[in-house]
């Protein structure tokens, strides 16, 4: 999604959306899934990531398209894919990876799927709260589309972030059949991108990923963010998959990784049994 819009007509369309709704602003957050912060910064005619636009038209029924200043005969940088992505790649999921900062850390992100009415596509809108080593908090948007392999069963997540790509590469949707009903659904996958540390500079970062679907409950009770390998949250076995999360990205990395081999996660303290994966 763009990043360049005509901001104050973004707000003067919120602003009338909730004013004729009658609706609060933490009312309107929670049903768009975006934060107050990001919300109010819009009401004033602020810039936010794509992403969060993103997350607004595919949980309520505005659209912002006519109010993007990009030129509307910007030719595509990549084909248009003549396959429909899998009806499994729909809805919310969360999704895990190893971070790239820290060897023992796990970071835990949401990643929501939808069809676009106005570009008839599959998008998907990502995000992600950390907090830094002294307290402060700092957040990732990332919003892009669907692209389904034609042949090889594969799917990947293309974004763009002041130039830099973000591709996600995830293997066909896994359905848990729960009592004759596709109850839960996972997908593996790897993640290459170029990350930014400040005493580094810019360096290449890949990591194999781990998405599930979870109920809403269950995924307002799981803050987004990075946890120690060693938490408990990242080591219980978790139904149906048999394993914990830790596990399943040990297990994941030589699979989905086979140049990198097993990666050396020894800050994970205790008696680990990485147990071959299902599905």
């Not at 948007?141 to 974004?159: E, K, M, N």
């Amino acid at each position: 999604m763009s990043n360049t819009y005509d901001w104050d007509r973004v707000a003067h369309r919120l602003r009338e959306h909730l004013s004729s709704e009658g609706m609060p602003r933490v009312g309107f957050a929670g049903r768009a899934r975006i934060t107050v912060i990001d919300l109010d910064r819009l009401l004033t005619g602020m810039p936010v990531a794509g992403a969060v636009l993103a997350s607004i038209e595919a949980n309520t029924d505005l659209s912002f398209a006519d109010l993007s200043l990009e030129p509307a005969a910007e030719p595509a940088r990549f084909e248009v894919p003549k396959v429909a992505p899998s009806d499994l790649l729909l809805g919310a999921f969360t999704m895990y990876r190893w971070s790239f900062d820290y060897p023992d850390r796990i970071v835990r992100s949401r990643v929501e799927f939808f069809d676009c009415a106005q570009t008839g596509r599959r998008r998907f809108a990502s995000q992600q709260s950390n907090r830094a080593p002294g307290g402060q908090a700092y957040a990732y948007d990332h919003a892009g589309f669907v692209w389904p392999g034609s042949r090889i069963g594969i799917s990947q997540l293309v974004s763009e972030d002041e130039g830099i790509l973000r591709v996600i590469t995830l293997a066909r949707p896994v359905c848990h059949d729960d009592h004759g009903g596709c109850g839960h659904v996972t997908v593996n996958g790897t993640l290459q991108t170029v990350s930014e540390q400040g005493d580094v500079g810019h360096y290449p970062a890949i990591s194999p990923v781990f998405l599930e679907t979870r109920s809403e409950e269950a995924a307002n009770q799981e803050p987004l963010g990075s946890y120690r390998a060693s938490d408990p949250e990242m080591v219980q076995t978790r139904p149906p998959l048999g394993q914990s999360i830790a596990d399943r990205l040990l297990a994941l990395g030589p699979r989905v990784l086979p140049a990198l081999g097993t990666p050396p996660r020894t800050a994970v303290r205790g008696p680990r049994s990485v147990t071959p994966l299902a599905g």
